[in-house]
Every structure is written in C-alpha cells, then in structure tokens.
C-alpha cells in the first residue's frame, strides 16, 4: 500500500464516541468528501428541532422518520447538486442501518 491508495470516500460516519447522558450521545453526522457536515436525526429521538436556515430532506426506514441536513454545506464548492448528495448519503445511511439490523448482539 501506497499513500496514493489513501483516497477519502465519499462518505465517513461519525460520532460522539464518549457517551455522557446528554444531548449529544445520540446525534449521527456523515462527513461528505470531508468538506459537507450531515447530521442526521431520528425524528423519534429529537422532536420540536427547528431547521431555519438549514438544507435538509426527511427520510423513511420500516417505519423510522430520520432528517438528513446540513451543519455545514460546501457541496457547491465540489460542484455537487446539495439535494442528490443528501439522496447518496441517505442510501449511504440506509445501507448501515441495513447492516446494523443483521448484526448480533
């Protein structure tokens, strides 16, 4: 391996890897191209989040509503459509949450 075959994906998940009882314990970011900030919200977790100035789209998974939005967008400066980009990390989303139904506890 080679610092060449270091390439970024497109996307990296995030979390608080501490856990402490606050707010924080239960908010998900995916890191697009590492310059675009998603946050994603579990709307059963996080009720009455006003999104103001926020670029955002509400997913659905068996029966779950999630809201995939951005704490920082830069999908401009890559030449990205803001909207498709949510749509790629949601199916990015929706994958692990596919894999983490099948893990074992």
């Known amino acids: 391996m080679t610092i060449e ?4 994906p497109e996307f990296i998940f995030g979390e608080f890897p501490i856990k402490d009882d606050s707010f924080n314990d239960q908010r998900q970011f995916i890191i697009h191209k590492g310059t675009s900030l998603i946050e ?5 977790e996080f009720t009455n989040v006003v999104f103001d100035d926020k670029t955002g789209k509400q997913y659905s998974y068996f029966g ?11 999908t401009a400066a890559s030449g990205q459509n803001e909207m498709e980009v949510l ?5 990015w989303y929706r994958e692990y949450l596919i894999w983490e139904d099948t893990q074992e506890d």
Do not use: K
């Open 40 to 44: 994603v919200l579990a709307q059963d």
């Open 5 to 8: 075959d270091l390439i970024l």
């Open 64 to 74: 779950e509503d999630f809201t995939l939005f951005y704490q920082t967008n830069n």
């Open 87 to 91: 749509d790629r990390a949601w199916e």
